[in-house]
């Protein structure tokens, strides 16, 4: 049975950016590290794989979550042409839960972020595009009381 979301992987080309984009949505980095040989190739199904592997966290998070960044040194990284889009097949955004939806976008334009969409309120949640490093989309969800 499965119990929770453990973590989200996101594979970027510019580490700092990421972490600041990251930080400004609380969480924080845990710990980095390089992974490559045969054992992390073959799990990965990636040949001759070397990559930066950086964990960060969401602090008090129950449960924990976390979002792992690869910022890979080879292979060389595949381009998603269609990665603005929420109308492609498969992966289509990550949700964060927040407390003030507005007070969030604010901050987040204080930093440059890109605000994707006006806030929206559909079943009882106001919500908001943002986006994330190398152009991934994230929605901000405010539960309404």
Avoid at 54 to 60: D, H, S
Avoid at 69 to 92: C, E, M, S, V, W
Avoid at 115 to 139: A, C, M, Q, W
Wanted: hydrophobic share 40%; aromatic share 8%.
């Amino acid at each position: 049975m499965i119990k929770n979301v453990d973590h989200i992987t996101l594979a970027v080309t510019h580490v700092e950016e990421a972490k600041k984009f990251f930080s400004l949505l609380g969480f924080e980095e845990e710990q980095s590290v390089v992974i490559q040989g045969d054992n992390f190739s073959n799990f990965m199904n990636i040949d001759n794989l070397k990559a930066d592997h950086i964990t960060l966290w969401l602090k008090n998070s129950t449960p924990r979550f976390e979002i792992q960044l690869l910022k890979f040194h080879t292979p060389a990284p595949q381009l998603d042409p269609h990665i603005h889009r929420l109308d492609k097949l498969g992966y289509n955004h990550l949700c964060f839960a927040v407390d003030d939806i507005h007070k969030q976008i604010h901050k987040l334009k204080d930093h440059n972020v890109k605000i994707l969409s006006d806030v929206l309120t559909f079943h009882k949640r106001k919500l908001v595009y943002i986006e994330g490093p190398n152009g991934v989309i994230i929605e901000l969800a405010q539960r309404e009381s």
